[in-house]
């Protein structure tokens, strides 16, 4: 069982940076791909980064790429979102989930597939 907490959602200006953050308990989490979704008010939960379980292979929504980027560190049981440049538009409830199937390579962008998710973390980035 994995459980997963963010952190490091606030209000920023357009033009701006910040850093989520993913703790995970369990000792599973460092066999397990991870990935950031997000909801906007209004609006279905999108995929916005993932990254395997070993950190070796890295997607992303074409909205962030370029802006945004997604890392673990598994000694540390946590996974990280970089945002820089952000704008109005990310302003939405940014949510970590992991892989239900261990040792994938090649993670997942689909919603579905991920098992664990954690309690979510608001962002709002101002025009």
């Known amino acids: 069982q994995v459980q997963l907490v963010e952190s490091g959602g606030g209000l920023v200006q357009a033009g701006g940076s910040l850093r989520l953050s993913c703790e995970a308990s369990?000792?599973?989490?460092?066999?397990?791909?991870m990935g950031w979704f997000r909801q906007a008010p209004g609006k279905e939960r999108e995929f916005v980064a993932a990254i395997s379980w070993s950190g070796g292979n890295t997607v992303y929504a074409e909205s962030v790429k370029g802006r945004f980027t997604i890392s673990r560190d598994n000694a540390k049981n946590t996974g990280y979102l970089q945002m820089n440049s952000l704008k109005p538009e990310d302003t939405a409830v940014y949510y970590c989930?992991?892989?239900?199937?261990?040792?994938?390579?090649?993670?997942?962008?689909?919603?579905?597939?991920?098992?664990?998710w954690g309690q979510g973390t608001q962002v709002t980035v101002s025009s």
């Open positions: 369990g000792r599973t989490f460092r066999t397990q791909a």
């Open positions: 989930a992991a892989d239900s199937v261990p040792l994938v390579s090649r993670p997942s962008q689909e919603s579905n597939r991920y098992g664990y």
